[in-house]
């Protein structure tokens, strides 16, 4: 697939996948995160990167600037229209991420320290991922700790690996086939991402430095094609609305309020809708949708700006009277004129349930 840097080929009804960072703790999931923010903040706004709620969006267009480095040759035809990354990683935010049963985040990225290989959260991640199945790629990180290892900053793996010392190299691949051996023992095949051949049963590792930005275009680069080969299907728009609840949480001005992932669909001010609350539905109308001023405007008063209407995949806050109970991990329905709301109070009730079950096993 070789193809010119500029052929987009945006299909208007694929929506833009959800992604979040797991693993086991220090393996440096928030430096990661933070690595991938820090290029918007070098690139302004400009490349329409957006800080949203609990998450960043990174449009098609600054996809690829990213992942230049790694795209030269092999200029990767886009077709999805963005990347959503969930900013918060962890299993919890894994877990609120669903909804009764079906999982709302389309791809994850597990990273494992290479100086440590798989340990007790890797596992957990894994069987979480695995139940969900949720399409996975692992950041080997922390490369940079590699004895003697010559930094050559935010540079795509395979070129900073052929600057690297033959002990250098050598270390690498030692630790590298530890990990490949932890896999085998946990009964999966894994490959190092480029030599990959079987993307479906064998699991890529895409070795990274969330310290320096090495290999962190080939992470997502990665990402792309995971979510552009396997899951077309999914990320095509429904005509279903999927909305989950992330976060709750008291704002001065607005009172308590609802950070949200909207999945699928739209969203009004104005809007009635019906969630679970610890004793009872909640039953109330949008006050406002609420995202964060762009970086350029810090002098403007209000600290959110306010939509009127919203379309998915984007994350942001809703603010309405009565949330004051409402919980992480519970689906937000839209009351239609023509929708029963005691129906869907039924519904949104029924969720309790499935989120203290997932409380319990996970
Ligand atoms: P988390 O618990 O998985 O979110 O891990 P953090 O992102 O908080 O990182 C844990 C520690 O590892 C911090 O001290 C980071 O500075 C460090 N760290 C994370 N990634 C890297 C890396 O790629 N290289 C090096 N040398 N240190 C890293």
């Not at 996809?63 to 886009?78: E, I, M």
């Not at 052929?162 to 490959?191: C, P, S, Y």
Request: glycine share 6%; net charge positive; with cysteine.
């Amino acid at each position: 697939e070789k193809l010119e840097a500029d052929e987009y080929d945006i299909d208007k009804n694929l929506r833009s996948p959800i992604c979040v960072v797991l693993g086991h703790v220090d393996t440096g999931k928030t430096l990661i995160l933070d690595k991938i923010r820090k290029t918007r903040v070098q690139e302004g706004e400009a490349g329409g990167i957006t800080q949203q709620i609990g998450a960043t969006y990174f449009p098609i267009k600054s996809l690829q600037k990213l992942t230049n480095k790694v795209n030269k040759k092999h200029r990767y035809k886009h077709k999805l229209p963005g990347l959503l990354v969930i900013d918060t990683p962890g299993h919890e935010t894994f877990t609120n991420l669903r909804s009764r049963g079906s999982n709302l985040c389309d791809v994850a990225i597990l990273v494992v320290d290479i100086m440590h290989g798989i340990e007790p959260q890797t596992r957990e991640s894994i069987d979480l991922l695995k139940k969900r199945k949720t399409p996975f790629v692992v950041a080997l990180n922390k490369i940079d700790r590699l004895y003697d290892w010559n930094v050559t900053e935010n540079m795509g793996f395979r070129d900073t690996f052929k600057n690297q010392k033959k002990h250098v190299q050598m270390e690498f691949q030692n630790r590298l086939n530890e990990t490949i051996l932890h896999f085998n023992q946990l009964g999966m095949n894994a490959e190092l991402y480029f030599k990959n051949k079987s993307i479906k049963d064998t699991v890529s590792l895409v070795p990274t430095s969330a310290v320096t930005g090495e290999g962190i275009p080939d992470l997502l680069m990665y990402v792309v094609q995971l979510t552009q080969k396997y899951m077309i299907k999914k990320l095509t728009y429904l005509s279903t609305f999927q909305c989950t609840i992330l976060e709750v949480k008291v704002i001065e001005g607005h009172g308590t309020t609802v950070d949200v992932i909207l999945v699928n669909g739209k969203i009004h001010e104005g809007d009635r809708i019906i969630t679970c609350g610890l004793n009872g539905p909640i039953d109330t109308t949008i006050r406002a949708l609420l995202t964060p001023q762009p970086l350029k405007e810090l002098r403007v008063k209000s600290e959110f700006i306010r939509h009127p209407v919203l379309h998915a995949a984007v994350g942001f806050k809703i603010s309405a009277v009565g949330l004051e109970n409402s919980i992480p991990g519970s689906e937000v329905f839209i009351c239609g004129q023509r929708d029963d709301p005691e129906e869907l109070k039924e519904r949104a009730m029924k969720d309790l349930n499935s989120i203290l079950n997932d409380v319990d096993t996970s």
